[in-house]
């Protein structure tokens, strides 16, 4: 069938090439999402703005899909400065963190492990090329013309780990006109941040601009051994582009980017010991943990230093009026560092101190990405319709230790490992550094007791084709209705090596060694995941629809000490239907209600035990099922006022999933085994009640059932100021939040409603802005996400920022 469905539309668009009539001057060609348009946003009365969701422009309204999407005003009134601040504009959409990774879900799908090697869900995309690692998504964002956010599985159109949704960032673009603007903030925590943008032409055919941006502040909390921030920010920027008018119908968008980050944002905080009253699973640091939740006491100091670029390329041309072609190469590197101490205390763990395992964790990622993909568009009266090319190859190595320090082990491991016979340069190799490289002064620099110096890689090739067809333009009778056909075939070869050295009873010995050759695996996944949908638009301001979509994503390898996993892939079939009324010129509604099961959920987590103190599961839950809707509405009803508001309803949960609970003291090897008669301790390893559960019925991770939001603004003329004052507010609020499979509330996040607001002049000409802006008024105190950390057999929790306050003084040419 998904055969059938995919030969048809391909057939379809063939035909249609070959015998359509020209289109329609309102379908003028437009390729795809990366296309270099300048002020390519337009609004109506309502606020609807152009989108290119689906690899062309459209107006919001006529797009056959839940879409939500944000023009630039609208992301800097709301000071939205990464993808986290999405969450109180687009219900949807649930953000958390952990381990330098972004937890990005929409509609209960995203991203449920913490391995660098896994794939994400929900897919970012930055003017059409794809953006790989859940690290990466956590940078910041500048100079954007939109974000767009699709709901749902996008397996034909995107692809690869869209089986969620995609972000996407759709930059401002250069202009034939010199135009730019400065904006300077500051805030409470002593923040500082300065943002600019600047282009226009500078020879015939040639347009350029380069945006920059910093972000400085002080930490939310403090570690309260040395006073250092916990929390902060300290981020650099820069975007430049150049854009080549090659003739009326032909250009090409070249495009670079870096971004810089050295702070301790993201630090996970202590919460509670994951076993509290079970002796023989104590906590590593009892003694040492801050007393303010914002704050963590460490004698080594967490951290983020992150370095990454990327080069892009666009090319588009239009062959003929109905014809187009759009190539997006792109070209990625990211290097990033995290440090922390896994016990989350000032204690300092090692066999001389406190006889327990070190607990500091350093975690390198090197990755290098590569993808192009092609697209033929092609647009008429009778059809639209895309077809393309994907590529995409990524070999990253990431290195974990777990040690005294960021770069040292204990002493006495060198002659643990002496003793092994284990070559001390492989050892420092496998840790990523050695005497050579790091000075210590008298300090023995000696090789941590974990290391693992993993080899992934990851190569896709894809065609993809979509096609909507206009039965009006067949028969009169027909007339308002179009039938959508299209779907991916995918073919993925993953790789994984994950050569490690163990120092195993926490540094005593004996030794564990895995090599590239003994963990090498490889895996090929293909799939094919078709879209289909009916659409009927009976008059221009109303549209409804049905599709059906299946998403797709490939097995995934972990970044683990000898690790040879590499999971099944995780799939998904979605039904949606939809509508969008325009109810008056002024007012717009969209509803949408879905449905899906996803087979093979990719699940991760640590559980304390075996050779290095703690073991990586990682696994495909069996099923998942969801159901829920979500309602958007805008309005402009008199002359400045602005009203947005939406609501989302997710029900989603396990249908079957069996698995380890890592929070039961009887899973958890160590002390005494159970024994009826001689160790009946409940809390023994072993003891009845241990094993396997199932967790039928309980609610995926991320995914509040009732999430909303409620924006209003008010532009009032001031004719004695000589321009304008804005007042506005943002009310968002979200429901329980579980952040395990396991239904507990130590691991959740109660329901809480977050308010925003600002107040803004303009002067006349909108040349000058003066913002005074608030976030978190009521200094609402909820966990972004929590995370068992098996290491330091605690539960550690990264929280949502406090009241934030400040000014922001714009300046616009």
């Not at 023009?71 to 601040?85: K, S, T």
């Not at 921030?229 to 150049?242: E, F, K, S, V």
């Not at 320090?405 to 060198?414: H, V």
Request: hydrophobic share 35%; with cysteine; proline share 5%.
């Amino acid at each position: 069938m998904k055969t059938i469905l995919f030969t048809a539309a391909l057939l379809a668009t063939t035909s249609a090439l070959a015998q359509a009539p020209a289109p329609a001057a309102e379908t003028g060609p437009t390729p795809g999402a990366g296309v270099p348009v300048a002020a390519a946003e337009t609004e109506t009365d309502a606020g609807d703005i152009v989108v290119t969701a689906q690899k062309r422009r459209q107006s919001l309204q006529d797009v056959a899909a839940a879409v939500s999407a944000l023009g630039a005003d609208r992301l800097q009134a709301a000071q939205v400065n990464n993808l986290q601040d999405l969450q109180t504009l687009v219900p949807a959409v649930n953000f958390g963190s952990d381990f330098n990774q972004a937890k990005i879900f929409i509609r209960g799908v995203g991203a449920n492990t913490s391995t660098t090697g896994s794939a994400t869900g929900v897919a970012l995309h930055v003017d059409g090329a794809y953006v790989a690692r859940a690290e990466a998504q956590l940078t910041s964002l500048f100079d954007l013309e939109r974000v767009e956010v699709l709901r749902g599985p996008q397996g034909a159109l995107y692809g690869r780990n869209a089986v969620g949704g995609s972000i996407n960032l759709i930059t401002a673009k250069p202009t034939d006109e010199f135009q730019g603007y400065a904006r300077l903030t500051y805030g409470n925590y002593n923040a500082l941040q300065g943002e600019v943008a600047v282009g226009g032409p500078i020879a015939p055919g040639i347009s350029f601009r380069v945006a920059a941006k910093t972000e400085d502040r002080d930490g939310f909390g403090e570690n309260p051994v040395n006073g250092s921030d916990i929390d902060n920010l300290n981020r650099r920027m820069i975007r430049g582009q150049l854009l080549f008018d090659l003739g009326t119908r032909t250009s090409l968008l070249l495009s670079g980017e870096y971004f810089r980050q050295d702070d301790a944002s993201g630090a996970i905080h202590f919460r509670r010991a994951s076993y509290p009253g079970v002796a023989r699973l104590a906590s590593l640091g009892v003694g040492g943990y801050a007393t303010e939740p914002r704050d963590l006491a460490t004698e080594s100091d967490p951290g983020t230093k992150t370095d990454s670029y990327a080069f892009t390329g666009t090319f588009s041309t239009e062959l003929t009026d109905t014809l187009s072609i759009t190539n997006i190469a792109s070209y990625r590197r990211f290097k990033s560092a995290l440090f922390q101490d896994l016990d989350l205390s000032a204690v300092i763990n090692s066999l001389a101190t406190t006889g327990q395992a070190t607990t500091v964790q350093e975690r390198r990622i090197d990755s290098k990405q590569f993808s192009n993909e092609f697209q033929l568009n092609y647009n008429s009266d009778l059809m639209n319709a895309v077809l393309g090319l994907y590529y995409f190859n990524e070999r990253q190595r990431p290195r974990d230790t777990v040690g005294l320090s960021n770069r040292n082990g204990q002493a006495s491991n060198i002659g643990v490992l002496q003793a092994a016979g284990v070559n001390l340069d492989t050892a420092y190799e496998l840790c990523g550094y050695g005497p050579g490289t790091v000075t210590g002064g008298s300090t023995i620099i000696a090789p941590k007791r974990v290391c693992t110096r993993s080899n992934l890689g990851d190569r896709t090739y894809a065609v993809f084709g979509q096609t909507e067809i206009k039965l009006g333009a067949l028969s009169d009778a027909l007339s308002g209705f179009t039938i959508k056909l299209g779907g991916r075939y995918s073919s993925e070869r993953v790789t994984s090596e994950n050569p490690a050295i163990i120092i195993t009873r926490n540094g005593l010995g004996p030794v564990v060694q895995f090599t590239a050759e003994g963990t090498r695996r490889e895996r090929t996944f293909k799939d094919f995941t078709p879209t289909a949908g009916l659409e009927w638009q009976p008059n221009r301001d109303l549209l409804l629809y049905y599709t059906y979509s299946e998403g797709f994503k490939a097995g995934s390898p972990e970044n683990a000490a000898g690790s040879t996993t590499i999971v099944d892939p995780e799939t998904i079939k979605n039904h949606e239907v939809g509508i969008k009324a325009s109810v008056t010129p002024w007012l717009t509604m969209n509803l949408a209600g879905y449905s899906y099961k996803l087979d093979g959920l990719q699940l991760n987590k640590t559980i304390p035990g075996g050779p290095t103190g703690y073991q990586t599961i990682f696994q495909n839950a069996a099923k998942t099922k969801a159901k829920g809707f979500e309602l958007e509405a805008n309005a402009r009803p008199v002359d400045g006022l602005t009203l947005t508001g939406a609501v989302s309803y997710t029900d989603s949960q396990f249908v079957d999933y069996l698995t380890l609970d890592p929070l039961n003291p009887a899973n958890v090897t160590g002390g005494t085994p159970y024994n009826a008669v001689t160790n009946p301790d409940p809390t023994a390893f072993g003891a009845p009640g241990g094993g396997n559960i199932q967790l039928a019925g309980n609610p995926t991770r991320n995914s509040p059932r009732w999430a909303y939001n409620v924006h209003a603004a008010y532009e009032i003329a001031t004719p004695g100021l000589g321009g304008s004052l804005t007042p506005s507010i943002d009310v968002s609020y979200k429901g329980k939040t579980y952040f395990s499979e396991f239904k507990r509330d130590i691991e959740a996040s109660e329901s809480y409603t977050m308010v925003d607001a600002s107040l803004t002049y303009a002067m006349e000409g909108d040349r000058v802005t003066v913002q005074a802006w608030v976030k978190n008024l009521g200094d609402t105190f909820r966990p972004a996400s929590t995370f068992a950390l098996a290491t330091g057999r605690l539960i550690g929790v990264i929280y949502l920022p406090p009241r934030t306050f400040g000014a922001t003084l714009g300046y616009r040419f």
